[in-house]
């Protein structure tokens, strides 16, 4: 029995995988990536448990993600934001700065449960977050292609961030600039004798 009993695991652990995406409205075809279930599955998953009313508690997502990321880091505000869930990104080992793309996603229940965790704990943590699952999905998937985006550590306070690869010249680190303005004082207050 212990192989039905691991079967019956399998497929449970498939399905709660895919209903934690259809709540942060992923789209069928990231949830067929990561589950591995049939598109008619997940859509029969949809009209089971999710109700399309007015208020629109769960979207469907049709069509292609979006594949260009750029904006994502076209302002400091919005790189900052990219940022946050980069650094999450590595920190749960779905990406890899010294070892890319990372390891291998397809079918992986557990890594796209730590790739949901990933995008929970920053719109946790994140202020008045903009990011999308699907944008979240898509910033992942271009940083593990390699051909848009870079990814790099800071020298000076190791927060590891995104850059433009065909924009010359290379962006700088967009925590660096915050940092000097939070800490830097004038030189003449700094200067002046104390009482
Ligand atoms: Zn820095």
């Known amino acids: ?66 594949t260009q990321i750029t904006p994502l880091i076209r302002t400091p505000a919005r790189t900052l934001e990219s940022g946050v869930f980069v650094n999450l990104l590595l920190a749960n080992g779905l990406i890899s700065i ?17 790739f949901c965790e990933c995008y929970e704990t920053h719109v946790r943590v994140v202020p008045k977050p903009t990011l999308s699952f699907e944008w979240a999905w898509n910033l992942m998937s271009a940083i593990r292609r390699g051909d848009e985006i870079g990814i790099s550590r800071c020298d000076r306070c190791a927060t590891a961030f995104l850059y433009d690869q065909l924009a010359l010249p290379r962006s700088p680190c967009p925590a660096c600039p915050t940092l000097r303005a939070c800490t830097s004082k004038p030189s003449a207050e700094a200067a002046a004798p104390a009482g």
Do not use: C, W
């Open 1 to 66: 029995m212990r192989t039905t009993d691991d079967r019956y695991r399998g497929e449970r652990e498939r399905f709660e995988l895919a209903m934690r995406m259809i709540r942060h409205e992923a789209r069928t075809g990231t949830i067929r990536y990561l589950t591995g279930l049939s598109d008619d599955r997940i859509r029969k998953l949809y009209t089971s448990y999710f109700k399309f009313d007015a208020q629109g508690e769960v979207k469907r997502r049709r069509g292609k993600t979006p």
């Open 98 to 114: 010294e070892d890319p793309p990372g390891p291998a996603l397809r079918g992986s229940i557990e890594l796209g449960n730590r």
